[in-house]
């Protein structure tokens, strides 16, 4: 018979799926996520992503920037489907688009070596769409931040192009009204987008992205006039006309590598290395949110998490849709 070539571990794993994505089925047979979706199937997955972050955070504190810009760069292009991932001989797959060229390969290196980890106990189960949404939350309270369950069940997607990534990403120099307009259509409010602008706490952005507002801003002033005096000066030291585009300078200089709500103090203070920062104080409509996030962490981290949870639902592909790849990088087929 046809299922005695499966095994039995194969044909249990078989059986346990089925039930969970039954058991997933909203009204009318829509899949959705679920908290405990992999209770059954491979009860220990968090805990072994938990243990490939740590072993990654500790060789690197780039491991928590570098994986929660792959989580947002993943989800904001369709969907969190893990395509952001694929790796393509020709250099068309979504992580060759320019806007995601600068990605950190750290984020990467944990998501492979985690699903590495839970192939060897759970084959063919946990996509690595899952385990991207997973590492992000640990990362975020591994270096200071709230913690929350992660809902899961996503898919793995079974397209990863580079022509689909122009228009969908934030631009360092967006207003409010563009960074309002890309949020809202995937279902995030404004004040989702203040809150995963949070995550700027941690990590950096190069000389290129903001040199702009210091030597040619406007035909009016060549410096921003919404850049703190002193910090203009350390911004021009740092990255002066001409230099490298590609030098690296921290988002948030009083705790680089906490996870913390200074970057709103960053902000009331002038202090917002991108344009795409700062202008959430300088506009009036969001003015009182950062203040707000400023001086109450606990409406950042609970706005963070409200954030995250949101942005975790964007286009995912759940039932069965897309597929459970056995190696990230790749198509199963």
């Known amino acids: 018979m046809e ?3 499966v095994g039995k571990r194969g044909w249990w794993s078989a059986v346990v799926m089925v039930v969970v994505m039954v058991m997933a089925m ?30 990654k955070l500790s060789q690197t504190f780039v491991t928590v920037p570098a994986t929660l810009r792959l989580f947002f ?22 992580k060759d688009a320019p806007d995601n060229l600068s990605l950190a390969g750290d984020g990467f290196d944990i998501v492979i070596k985690a699903k590495q980890a839970v192939e060897a ?42 022509s689909l990534v122009p228009g969908n990403l934030p ?33 950096f952005s190069h000389c290129g992205k903001f040199t702009n507002r210091l ?21 021009m030291a740092a990255c002066p006309q001409n230099v490298d585009p590609n030098i690296a300078f921290d988002l948030d200089l009083i705790t680089p590598q906490t996870f913390d709500n200074f970057y709103y103090h960053n902000l009331v203070a002038g202090k917002g290395l991108l344009s795409s920062d700062e202008v959430l104080f300088t506009d009036p409509a969001s003015q009182s949110t950062v203040i707000d996030f400023a001086t109450n962490p606990s409406d950042f981290n609970a706005a963070f998490i409200t954030a995250m949870i949101k942005l ?20 199963n087929s």
């Open 3 to 5: 299922r005695a070539k």
């Open 26 to 55: 909203g009204k009318g047979g829509e899949a959705q996520l679920l908290e405990n979706f992999y209770a059954f199937s491979c009860p220990n997955v968090e805990a072994i992503v938990r243990q490939v972050v740590l072993t």
């Open 73 to 94: 760069h993943d989800c904001f292009v369709q969907g969190c489907d893990a395509s952001i991932l694929i790796a393509s001989s020709n250099g068309d797959a979504e």
């Open 121 to 162: 106990l759970c084959p063919g189960i946990v996509s690595c769409a899952d385990i991207l949404a997973i590492a992000a939350r640990d990362v975020v309270f591994l270096s200071g931040g709230p913690s929350f369950i992660v809902e899961l069940g996503r898919r793995d997607g079974l397209v990863s192009n580079a």
């Open 171 to 203: 631009q360092p120099n967006f207003d409010l009204n563009q960074l309002n307009q890309l949020f809202s259509e995937n279902n995030l409010t404004q004040i989702d987008m203040i809150a995963l602008s949070g995550a700027h706490t941690v990590g």
């Open 215 to 235: 030597y040619s801003f406007s035909s009016a002033s060549t410096l921003d006039p919404s850049l703190n005096a002193s910090y203009a000066q350390q911004l």
């Open 312 to 331: 975790g639902r964007v286009g995912v592909k759940t039932g069965l849709e897309g597929e459970i790849r056995t190696v990230c990088t790749t198509f």
